[in-house]
């Protein structure tokens, strides 16, 4: 269902508050100090019933110039906007700033009401009509309808009313599909209840029970209760004004300017990608490194601007820029934002989200620039392309309809179209789905194959690269089970073969060079040499000629399992154990039990080596220990027993 936000906006004192009571009869006024000094300092909301039966949410905001932070934390999600000008004052200076507003913000619909025209004779309203009319020239708001009313006497009000509802008939229903989203504008208790927080719902929907976050640093809390204009609601809907009660929120962990969405839905950071517009009212060029004021959604937060090809920004032009933030903010990508200086306060500028995670740039790069370019205007395909290529990052379909700002379909449709011209690849293990951008594939698989490559050169004895070492030292930021599921896809692509703890290149088999075979012959000659009594492997490596690379043959031995370990610092030769086990087993099977000094004999050898050798087929279960006694255990083999 469609719904519609209306949102005031206009120099103080221009009748803004006592329009939206003549419209609703809801005086939006609602702090003592507004009483006495018949201005408005914050927010007031009220609604309006349409003619179409649907209920639209109003927001009146402050046209005082020292509550203009007040003003854009209302105006960010509204529909229609009704420019506020009095018959007896004309064009003011709020009026310009809130019109320098509107059109940042790219408020394309609005009203421009010229109020109190009670208070003026026919000669007069004519001339602030047309110097009204001039105003508006170029702006947003050119082709706007023109309404005289007088909220004291009602006339001219059912022409409001009216054209409020033609406005109203032509907008489109928001994007309910997504994760919810709701700058929060308002935090209070109510007793009974707890905590309410109210916003304007920018996406998705919200349900009684649903779990919200808040951002940029924040819990999870359970939404208790919704109310919408007033009435309790189990479900809100984008574009609504909502009321929510959030259970187990005290109120002081909540305030303006943070945001109410889906559990990790956003990805908060300190830098944004904006393509930024500078007001040709601005009084200077706009200096690199400028420190200035962000206004986005309802939050305010204090801002360097970085400009990447230039080193200032003149009145009236726009430009591609990074801004740094002195603390963390949760936007989307499409998102408007206001800029005012930072001393003396006026707005100077403002502009459109591009990348909301975005890293940190080098200036004067002209790559960055043509992708910020496409950022800004490019298809749903060629955003999410780019997209993957920036983060350089495995991201599940729900990471790229938060970090590329598009509808969970679009994103669907555009990674099936990014696959099919394997601009992607899409990896699945376990029942997970991620996807990464081809060409970073194609980086990651050289990195990969040229750092297997070395190590073998390196380590020509060794099986392959640790798997954990090989992704601590690569790809830190993956975790086991999605480095697991690179790895499968470049097995699968014909670039490595995967061991169980180890990687390494197709086709490698760890050989030794001639010198090594040559002591490797010898070894093998020194542990036949007695084959139940072998010898201490650093004297065995010594005197085969080997010391050097002792540890790495050892290792090379033992993978290939010509060398076996039977304890610590006891290695027999394969074809020695073969043969004891061969004696152990005709022995048990003409006797069917045997003691330890038993089997020393059958070997010809000592208990300084029986022990551990029986203990060793008690563990491969070629024996069964009972009592001081061996019997027959289950495996067959040395072999066989290895592999069980």
Sequence with gaps: MKHVIIGTAGHVDHGKTVLIKALTGVDTDRLKEEKERGISIELGFAYLKLASGQTAGIIDVPGHERFIKNMLAGVGGIDIVLLVIAADEGVMPQTREHMDIIQLLNIERGIVVITKKDLVDKEWLDMVTEDIQDFVKGTVLEKAPLVKVSAVNGEGMEELLQTINQIAADIKARQSAGPPRMPVDRVFTVTGFGTVATGTLLDGQIK??????????????????????????????????????????EACELKRGQVLAAPGSLQPNHRLDVKLRFLSSAPKPLKHRTRVRVYLGTAEILARVILLDREELEPGTEAYVQLQLEEPVATARGDHLV??????????????????????????????????????KGTPTELLEQYLAATARLCTQSDLTTGAGLAADTVTSALQDLLTRERIVKLIYEGEIYYLSAPVMNRWEDKIKQTLAEYHQSFPLREGYPKEELRSRLFPTLNNKQFQMVLIHLKQTGGIELHANSVALQGFTPEPDNIQRTGIKRLEEIYLANPFQPPNWSDAAREAGISKDDQEILNYLLARGTIVKVADGLFFHHQALTEAVELVKDHLARRGELLLGEVRDLLHTSRKYTLPLLEYLDNKKITRRVGDKRVAGRALSIDKAANN
């Design 339 to 376: 800029i005012r200086s930072y001393s003396p306060m006026r707005t100077i500028g403002g502009g459109l989200v591009i990348d909301p995670t975005a890293g940190k740039h080098k200036r004067y790069r002209k790559d960055t620039i043509d992708a910020l370019a496409t950022a800004e």
């Design 208 to 249: 009684t029970g649903d779990s919200l976050q808040i951002y940029p640093a924040g819990g999870v809390y359970r939404v208790r209760n919704l109310q919408v204009h007033g009435r309790k609601v189990d479900i809100a809907e984008a574009g609504q004004r909502v009321a929510i009660n959030l259970s187990g929120l």
